[in-house]
């Protein structure tokens, strides 16, 4: 797997030399250090473990500051599992890891929605808004009578929506800024401006 | 939002929008047949331009054989060869549509017509 913390930074058009306009997600790469890495022997598993975004070492408790060996602790920490390309402990990885890269899958936090009700949330169809009716955009009925005379876990009903860790598979990469650490990735991506996504080579191509 | 607008700016090409609401332009649209490329002319009306950065599009329109065709160009299109002005218009809007629904002499922009150091001014 190849992977690298990235901040959203919006989203624009650009033109490709047979003039056809692409929606593309501009996200700056961040300087992503490797802070450690994880092997076979000591822990099961093989993984590095990636920080990004500096942070103020007084901030940091003791114990996690104690991880960042070279330079300043990182507010942004990640294990990326059976990492493919080169790498070394204290060094940097840049844009540059994603140049013969065609697709990837972008994990972020969704935007928060709040407390929203079953259409928005579940895509519930509700009921008409005229000709008599009284039932407009409410759930409904949630379950059955005397058995199992309780509502079952798990049913679609209103609430806290969004803010959720997401992931879109497959999108293209349009272009890569090595000089300026930037990608360009063919649609939308979740959450806000200046949200941190994680970029993955796709799992899927 | 710096790197988003840079990216938007490394596509924008300098002076492509030289033309006014009204003005009557000649747009040199490159169009892909197979193989080749040649350009074709489309000639009309600016009616209105629309959004900003790179998105910017303006709509020409003009009389084909008695219907009225409009075409919408983005402005930064790498597709649009240039674009000249044959003629200036005296318009009072950004907006145009008003055009549409007159016919014949009704359907016209008149022209601008400038004293030669107004002309210098604007850097014609």
Redesign the interface.
């Known amino acids: 797997m190849l992977g690298l913390i990235g901040r959203k930074?919006?989203?624009?058009?650009?033109?490709d030399?047979?003039?056809v306009?692409t929606p593309?997600t501009?996200i700056?790469i961040e300087d992503n250090q490797v802070i450690d890495e994880r092997n076979e022997e000591k822990n099961g598993y093989k993984a590095v473990v990636m920080g990004a975004v500096d942070k103020k070492a007084s901030r940091a408790s003791k114990p996690y500051a104690g991880q960042f060996k070279n330079g300043p602790p990182k507010s942004v920490l990640v294990e990326m599992r059976d990492f493919e390309g080169e790498y070394e402990v204290g060094g940097t990885l840049g844009a540059s890891l994603f140049k013969d890269v065609t697709f990837v899958d972008i994990t972020g936090t969704s935007k928060g929605k709040g407390f929203q009700g079953v259409m928005k949330r579940h895509g519930f169809s509700g009921g008409n808004k005229t000709h008599g009716s009284k039932f407009h955009r409410g759930l409904g009925a949630t379950g059955m009578a005397a058995t199992p005379s309780k509502v079952h876990k798990g049913t679609k009903m209103p609430g806290r929506m969004g803010a959720d860790k997401k992931t879109v598979q497959n999108l293209r990469v349009v272009k890569v800024d090595e000089e300026?650490q930037?990608l360009?990735v063919k649609g939308a991506v979740p959450g806000p401006?200046k949200g941190i996504v994680m970029v993955k080579k796709a799992n899927k191509k | 939002?710096d790197?988003?607008q840079?990216?938007?700016a490394e596509?924008m090409k300098e002076n492509a929008d030289n033309f006014r609401i009204g003005d009557t332009v000649k747009v040199h649209f490159?169009i892909?047949e197979g193989q080749t490329e040649r350009i074709q002319i489309f000639q009309g009306i600016v009616l209105s331009m629309k959004n900003t950065?790179?998105?910017k599009t303006f709509i020409v329109r003009k009389m084909s054989y008695g219907v009225g065709v409009e075409r919408v160009f983005?402005v930064?299109?790498?597709?649009i060869d240039r674009i000249e002005v044959v003629r200036r218009g005296r318009v009072r809007r950004a907006k145009l549509y008003y055009l549409r629904k007159r016919v014949g002499k009704a359907a016209k922009v008149n022209e601008l017509i400038r004293r030669r150091d107004q002309i210098k001014k604007a850097g014609e």
């Open positions: 930074l919006g989203m624009t058009q650009v033109f030399e047979r003039g306009l593309v501009v700056k300026r930037f360009l401006r | 939002m790197l988003v840079a990216v938007e596509q490159k892909v950065g790179v998105r983005p930064y299109s790498p597709r």
